[in-house]
């Protein structure tokens, strides 16, 4: 059974730049999560999507939006790019919302200059 | 909302020495309590995760205590190997809301 795959894997953009990453999560899995990872900072929660709905939302600007697809694949957005904003974006899936061990992906590493 | 924390940030070991990675959480209703591992340049992967009816839970080398009453858990692992190089994340979650909160990470190196 395939991983969870994200894309693009890295990618550089300028201040002011949108950016939309990819995730595909295991088949079967209905819940995707996303997650914003830099040093010394940790893991720190976006949003989670389940049957196409945004279930939960963490504290992010307006800026940062997501989606899900009906074939359980998630999309998210970053509009209006900062330079804090470089970070490792990491989506996760699981079988249902709130249940059981996510899974992660490779992430995909945004640098914004 | 949920918050965890994390002790310590670093911890370096010898080869064979135990190590211990401490989490303390806010939510009293949280209910389960994973720990991930993630390597340099990997993904993060669940290595042992426990619930809040046990008070213990071992897997091999490695094992996780929980203290509902202090509102925290602990992650051992004993004989440790290079392999076990990696910074381990804990998290929390609520019964009532699915999110994960992660604490910050710890990076642990073992030196041969």
């Known amino acids: 059974k395939a991983g969870v795959t994200q894309t693009p894997r890295y990618l550089i953009k300028t201040r002011g730049q949108q950016v939309t990453l990819s995730c595909s999560p295991i088949s079967g899995h209905r819940s995707v999560s996303w997650y914003q990872q830099t040093p010394g900072q940790g893991l720190q929660f976006l949003f989670e999507?389940?049957?196409?709905?945004?279930?939960n939302k963490g504290n992010f600007p307006g800026r940062f939006s997501g989606r899900q697809f009906s074939n359980s694949r998630s999309e998210m957005n970053v509009s209006t790019l900062e330079l804090g904003d470089s970070a490792l974006y990491l989506c996760?899936?699981?079988?249902?919302?709130?249940?059981?061990?996510?899974?992660f992906g490779e992430g995909s590493r945004l640098t914004v200059l | 909302g949920e918050n965890v924390e994390q002790h310590p940030s670093t911890l370096s070991v010898q080869e064979g020495d135990s190590a211990v990675i401490k989490c303390t959480y806010s939510?009293?209703?949280?209910?389960?309590f994973p720990w991930y591992k993630q390597e340099l340049g990997k993904r993060p992967q669940l290595i042992i995760d426990?619930?809040?009816?046990?008070g213990e839970k071992k897997d091999q080398r490695i094992a996780v205590t929980l203290n509902k009453t202090a509102k925290h858990f602990s992650l051992h692992i004993t004989e440790t190997q290079p392999e076990d190089s990696a910074v381990y994340f804990c998290a929390a979650r609520n019964s009532g809301y699915s999110t994960l909160t992660f604490g910050k990470g710890t990076m642990l190196l073992v030196s041969p």
């Open positions: 996760a899936s699981s079988l249902a919302s709130g249940s059981g061990e996510l899974f």
């Open positions: 426990i619930r809040s009816n046990v």
């Open positions: 999507y389940f049957s196409e709905t945004q279930r």
């Open positions: 939510d009293s209703a949280s209910n389960y």
